[in-house]
């Protein structure tokens, strides 16, 4: 009788390294690994000989990284999304495309089961399982961190050694580490206590701001309703323009993020963050909206960009709501078009020109100079009357109130 099949979300870390072997002595499975590429920026291939060696009948890589961009990174920064202002979101809108292709080789390979390595105190369980069960609702899954008798970062490497296993960490340096196209991320070791300054070597993509060139750098980005098409007036597809915009901006220091957020199992958390590309476009990306949007829709949709932030962060990703927010997004960006200069220098970016054939932006009106054929200073007045009206009904009942004391 042929075993059950349990589909693994495998990246060659750490945890799920270990949890092949884990699967194949506590429960009776055959394991079929799933390496979701979204970027990572590592050599994939060796994960076969990996993944086998840890006890798997058979590895999928599955690369999804322009979808992961266009489908999740440019609705995200269309809303100007960012998690308590200063993530965004480069593991939380990952996690959805990854459960999503587990999800299809699951149903393929007929397995019962999927097997995720994120922890019990962690959003990834969410994300996750969420993702499964608006896909899959049948499916059984099992997660490893909540079951097990393995307490710590530590007590799993001792339990890939024990077993022969290579692991990418030691416990000199035992960081939790995410990588795609859009960031890494650095969490655990001496970064548990917040006041521990991060290490001066724990970047692995960008410089610190005092390794950076003394000399500036103009970058220009040009957006098509909302979305990056070009840099410095060359034309690059989706995975191109945020590599490129990685190495710009990790040069100069850009888009580092050291934080301390609020995880949706309700504790707090901290962690490092390396997000050149994002940095950059989304300031650019709200630079060119200054100009492009007008007011009403500008501040509702800052209102909105808030709760899509928590919504993506929760991984509510296929939710009917985040949807309908994103449907919201993509229209606001229809006069979103035009190009933005930015100047960077020592972690710092600084806006040094923003143009749109659509801008609402009219010199001729701004000007302190003489513009009476199109905004007559007198007008004001009766708008401020008018404006101010029920305000100086409330003073004069106020006053009628006292009065009559």
């Known amino acids: ?121 962690g959003n990834d369980q969410v994300r996750f399982e969420l993702t499964i069960k608006s896909l899959a609702p049948e499916m059984k899954i099992i997660a490893p961190w909540r079951i097990w008798d393995i307490k ?55 410089k610190t701001p005092e390794e950076a060139p003394d000399e500036a750098e103009i970058v220009e980005i040009e957006f098509e309703k909302g979305i990056p098409t070009q840099v410095n007036g060359v034309a690059y597809g989706p995975i191109e323009i945020i590599e490129t915009l990685n190495m710009l901006g990790a040069k100069h220091g850009v888009g580092i993020a050291d934080l301390v957020e609020n995880r949706l199992v309700g504790m707090k958390s901290r962690g490092v963050y390396e997000n050149p590309a994002g940095k950059i476009l989304f300031d650019a990306h709200q630079i060119l909206e200054s100009i492009t949007l007008d007011r009403a829709t500008a501040h509702y949709k800052d209102m909105m960009a808030v709760r899509f932030s928590e919504l993506v962060y929760d991984g509510c990703w296929n939710t009917p709501l985040r949807e309908a927010m994103s449907a919201f997004a993509t229209s606001t960006q229809q006069n979103v078009t035009g190009t933005v200069k930015l100047k960077l220098y020592k972690g710092n970016l600084i806006p040094a020109g923003v143009k749109s054939p659509y801008t609402l932006y009219m010199e001729e009106i701004a000007t302190f100079g003489d513009s009476q054929e199109l905004y007559n200073h007198k007008d004001s007045e009766g708008f401020i009357n008018l404006f101010g009206l029920p305000l100086k009904v409330g003073a004069m009942m106020k006053q009628r109130v006292e009065n009559e004391k």
């Open 152 to 206: 710590s970062r530590e007590e799993a490497i001792e339990y890939a050694m024990e077993r022969g296993l290579d692991v990418p960490v030691d416990k000199k340096r035992p960081y939790s580490m995410d990588r795609n196209l859009w960031h890494l991320s650095h969490e655990g070791c001496d970064l548990e206590d917040p006041w521990n300054a991060p290490p001066d070597d724990i970047c692995l993509i960008c």
């Open 1 to 121: 009788m042929a075993k059950e099949k349990v589909v693994l979300a495998y990246s060659g870390g750490l945890d799920t390294t270990i949890i092949i072997p884990w699967l194949k002595e506590n429960y009776d499975f055959d394991v079929i690994a799933v390496a979701v590429d979204v970027g990572q920026g590592e050599e994939l291939a060796p994960l076969h000989e990996k993944a086998l060696k840890s006890g798997a009948m058979k590895l999928y890589i599955e690369d999804v990284r322009e979808p992961f961009v266009t489908d999740y990174i440019w609705p995200t920064l269309q809303m100007n999304a960012v998690y308590e202002q200063k993530y965004l979101l480069g593991t939380s809108f990952a996690r959805p495309i990854i459960a999503e292709r587990l999800v299809a080789i699951a149903k393929k390979e007929g397995a019962t089961t999927i097997c995720h390595g994120a922890t019990g105190k």
